[in-house]
C-alpha cells in the first residue's frame, strides 16, 4: 500500500513539474512572438 501511495505522489508531482514548465514556455511563446 505505502509503495503504490508513494507512487500516485510521485507521479503527482512529476504532472506538476510539467504543469509548471509548460507555464515557462508558454511565457517564452509570449516574449518571443
Known sequence: ED???L???HS???K???KSR???M???AQ???
Open 3 to 5: 509503495g503504490k501511495q
Open 7 to 9: 507512487c500516485e505522489f
Open 12 to 14: 503527482m508531482e512529476k
Open 16 to 18: 506538476k513539474k510539467i
Open 22 to 24: 509548460n507555464k515557462v
Open 26 to 28: 508558454k511565457q517564452f
Open 31 to 33: 516574449y518571443e512572438h
